[in-house]
């Protein structure tokens, strides 16, 4: 595609269910990133993916916290028993590793 | 552990004055990168810079790279309107892809 996707663009759930969020990077990206960014405030790391792999996950909050890419491509970031500390625009950028980073649009949650 | 700090938080300029942001590591980066991020938008690339000592400019913006490779700044020229914006630096250290991102420096300019 032309840049990178996210779905879905705002997602409104209920304390203690889980959320999945997509990212669909730009074609031939090798490098991929989640992060999270609150209102008015800086982006914070999440975890990022080499191909399939991620070897840093340090950025997850918690256990709550996993995710995955498969096919070297599409990655899910999935929030188990949401809080309302986890309403946050969540982030993806992909790149050719180590260079520049496109991001997408984000998805905004909202834990009630 | 790995930080990167970013200087000032906030910067209200009146249009056609100049706008500097600065941004700091706690240990040596491979590169830095900065973006630029539009009130309800996502993070835009601007530069990447990679050498000790580099200057880059496009147009009215000036961006730096420590000798040290350990700070950088932003310079904007004769800010405009279109400006305005909240800019990141992303520091990126030896052996990883792992990007650190700045704190932001958010810009307001009044015309």
């Known amino acids: 595609g032309a840049g990178v996707s996210q779905s879905p663009s705002n997602k409104v759930t209920e304390k203690g269910k889980d959320v999945e969020l997509r990212c669909d990077p730009i074609?031939?990206?090798?490098?991929l990133y989640w992060y999270r960014q609150s209102l008015g405030q800086g982006l914070e790391f999440l975890i990022y993916?080499?191909?399939?792999?991620?070897?840093?996950k340090s950025g997850l909050p918690s256990d709550r916290f996993s995710a995955e890419r498969t096919g070297g491509s599409v990655s899910t970031l999935t929030i188990q028993r949401t809080q309302q500390e986890d309403s946050a625009v969540y982030l993806c950028?992909?790149?050719?590793?180590?260079?520049?980073?496109?991001f997408g649009p984000g998805t905004r949650l909202l834990v009630l | 552990g790995q930080q990167v700090m970013q200087i000032p938080q906030y910067q209200h300029v009146q249009e056609g004055e100049d706008f500097t942001t600065y941004c700091n590591s706690s240990?040596?980066?491979?590169?830095i990168q900065w973006y630029k991020q539009r009130p309800g938008g996502h993070p835009v690339f601007l530069i990447q810079?990679?050498?000790?000592?580099e200057v880059k400019k496009q147009k009215r913006l000036t961006f730096q790279f420590g000798e040290a490779k350990k700070n950088s700044s932003l310079h904007i020229t004769a800010t405009q309107t279109t400006d305005v914006g909240t800019y990141f630096c992303?520091?990126?250290?030896?052996?990883?892809?792992?990007?650190?991102f700045g704190t932001g420096t958010r810009l307001k300019v009044l015309a």
């Open positions: 950028a992909s790149s050719r590793g180590g260079e520049t980073q496109y």
């Open positions: 074609s031939g990206h090798t490098a």
């Open positions: 993916f080499q191909g399939n792999s991620a070897p840093d």
């Open positions: 240990t040596t980066l491979s590169n």
């Open positions: 810079l990679v050498k000790s000592g």
């Open positions: 992303a520091g990126l250290h030896s052996g990883t892809y792992k990007y650190i």
